[in-house]
């Protein structure tokens, strides 16, 4: 069974940096394309950034310039760099991993942006 353990949020003044991660466990990372989605209340899940397998990423345009995602195969970890942090960044940040007809999310993590 496939688990995504998300990790690194917290509390950021406008303007700083967080760096999330998520551990991927219980088959082989390297095959699956991995996002990172957020999610505030009243609001749907949006897509924030994207990697595929082969290491090909996408943005959503709100974030572009400022996050980074990356992969870590070695590692099974899938990162996102967020820089230049807005209050509108606050949300739960959820990791995602997907290959055909599979598709696992995380618990998310919280990350609020707030002076």
């Known amino acids: 069974q496939v688990q995504l353990v998300e990790s690194g949020g917290g509390l950021v003044q406008p303007g700083g940096s967080l760096r999330l991660s998520c551990v991927h466990s219980g088959s082989i990372f390297s095959i699956y394309d991995m996002g990172w989605y957020r999610q505030t209340p009243g609001k749907q899940r949006e897509l924030v950034a994207g990697?595929?397998?082969?290491?090909?990423?996408r943005y959503a345009g709100s974030v572009e310039g400022r996050f980074t995602i990356s992969r870590d195969n070695a590692k099974n970890t899938v990162y996102l760099e967020m820089n230049s942090l807005k209050s509108e960044d606050t949300a739960v940040y959820y990791c995602r991993a997907t290959r055909s007809a599979m598709d696992y999310w995380g618990k998310g993590t919280l990350v609020t942006v707030s002076s």
């Open positions: 990697i595929t397998r082969g290491g090909s990423t």
